[in-house]
């Protein structure tokens, strides 16, 4: 099995490498650019979410001020699904992965009879609603395991490029939210050091986060799998494993942050309950803080949920918002714009 | 025993929090002074190794070469013990464990009967000789568990501002090695990504990296232990418990800049076998890059070993360094001043 996914990952990966090259090549990761518009939050409602992210980062940027922080104490932590790009209906590496088991199945008759991979390949809705983590671990080993880092972003670049989400028909890469890519550029240029704290596998989020978010790879702390040393063919090459290495969720947020930025944040933004300890472990600093939980409650231009829901779940976040202060960002009243390919509304 | 060092630990975290805030107020990280001078890298002698370095950085910095790399690609690592600073007689994170071994020794009688405390305690230099990672090991567990990263930190500022090395009768800080300062400083300039890549404590090294390499914490990647999160009066935080959890040497420093930085570096220094797999990885890519070895073989100005040694032991790398085109770096003949606080040679 692992022979035919290196060489299916091999084989993505030449067909791959020369986008991948000018991808590198181009991105220009430090400066992506902001809105065309003197307001740097142009996609932001002028309610409070905005004030509050505005008041915060002169508060901390003005050298006169007493909540003054250095530019190399200025952490901001970002959750990944949900939080930058929709997670609905499903999170978008799931849907990488199972587009990618329906791919290998042909060579995989062994799958008609196993789970998860028969629910996936018949489209079993009733059994992927129960879907456990267990069987994600089986998936991305079985999607995964072989590969070089290299490889597999490689390959999650190629789909990426052809996938497409069933709502809006747009690739996924089109689904992240404008007001929070204007939000990164407008506390990077205030001299925050912006990092992606993702429950997500890291190298998936590190495959695309560089020409979307303008987030180099060193940025983004993920969920991750085992890896080995290995000498293929005279060369030093890192290779995946089966098997978790560290989950980057709950708790794991904050020991992802402490493991791999040393500093804990002055500012973190969330949406789910996966992102709690995060918040709180910001908050649990001195000075001035600031807490931003982004509450899906728009039907009409993307989803609503909240307890409802086993992806982005925001249940006890809800509660603890409250009585943390922490602040809600209204996707229906705080944002005016939620996609770059769509108008803004009037 | 844990509490003991936790009211250990915020005793001395207490009585640094003024020296420490201001560290972090002053330090600029970004800004490291290079030498004053209009060579950047005036400590080296104008051999091989120098020019090297320059053909090198001309090289991939220059958009008409066809070695060109793009600043976000620009990625270099550098070993810590023995590459940036002194290791002997014997690590100095070794050091700063022993001491505070016996700083702890009164109140843990049972370790006069318990090796490898009891070693310590009588100074047992047979015993030391054969100091075993197990060892090392139960005395970083006895050292930090039950303490956050913060204090831990500060535990290690406050030994750091009053320890000397035996040799020379500085501090430790000041064993840095003003060429790789310069050279850092030199790469920085040329918009490389500087990392710290350490067998040596995570922790440790970022406790001063900031103030004396212009290194920021989350670039550097080290040995680290097990952390947990927990809620202390109100507070989230991450706790440093018991065991190991990656080590970042030999094959573990491919692996800890995979699972770090996320991309292969272009350039690597080292100066020990610990090393090998680093510069192995680094050399494995497409395109130019560079290698490269601290030689130890000044035992008038520093020391010299080789395969002599258990600590910074160079023996396979030696070999391999020919083998595959390495550069040594000889500190006897390749630099001119080897510490900021020594007059150059005439």
Redesign the interface.
């Known amino acids: 099995m692992m022979k035919t996914i290196t060489t299916m990952a091999a084989k993505g990966f030449k067909a791959l490498a020369v986008g991948s090259a000018l991808v590198?090549?181009v991105?220009?990761?430090?400066t992506v650019a902001a809105a065309a518009s003197d307001d740097p939050l142009a996609s932001w409602n002028d309610t409070a979410p905005k004030q509050q992210i505005i008041a915060f980062v002169d508060a901390v940027t003005d050298p006169g001020s007493p909540s003054f922080v250095?530019p190399?104490?200025r952490i901001v932590t970002f959750d990944n699904d949900g939080t930058l790009w929709v997670s609905h209906p499903i999170y978008t590496q799931f849907q990488y992965v199972f587009d990618l088991i329906r791919r290998l199945a042909p060579e995989h008759p062994e799958w008609r009879t196993e789970q998860p991979y028969k629910a996936i390949i018949e489209g079993d809705r009733a059994f992927l609603k129960q879907f456990t983590v267990e069987d994600a671990v089986k998936l991305v080993n079985a999607t995964g395991a072989g590969m070089t880092?290299q490889q597999f972003e490689a390959a999650v670049q190629d789909w990426l490029a052809t996938a497409r989400h069933p709502r809006w028909n747009v690739a996924y890469t089109e689904l992240v939210y404008q007001p929070m890519l204007e939000l990164m550029a407008y506390l990077r240029s205030r001299d925050f050091?912006v990092?992606i704290v993702t429950g997500g596998g890291?190298?998936f989020v590190?495959a695309y986060a560089?020409k979307v978010y303008g987030v180099?790879?060193?940025r983004?702390v993920g969920t991750?799998v085992k890896?080995?040393?290995e000498?293929v063919g005279g060369?030093?090459?890192?290779v995946r494993q089966p098997g978790a290495?560290m989950s980057v969720n709950g708790?794991?947020k904050?020991?992802g942050i402490?493991?791999?930025?040393?500093?804990r944040p002055i500012a973190a933004f969330g949406n789910s309950d996966g992102d709690i300890?995060m918040l709180?472990?910001t908050?649990?600093g001195d000075g001035r803080r600031l807490m931003m939980l982004v509450h899906h409650d728009d039907p009409e231009r993307e989803y609503a949920y909240t307890c409802d829901t086993k992806i982005g779940r925001l249940c006890k976040g809800l509660d603890l918002a409250k009585e943390r202060g922490w602040t809600l960002i209204s996707m229906k009243r705080d944002w005016k714009t939620l996609f770059a390919f769509q108008q803004p509304k009037p």
Request: glycine residues 14%; without cysteine.
């Open positions: 590198f090549a991105a220009a990761w430090t250095a190399d104490r880092p050091k990092f890291q190298s590190r560089g180099p790879p060193w983004v991750s890896t080995e040393y000498r060369k030093g090459e890192v290495n708790p794991g904050a020991l402490n493991g791999h930025i040393g500093l300890e709180e472990y908050g649990s």
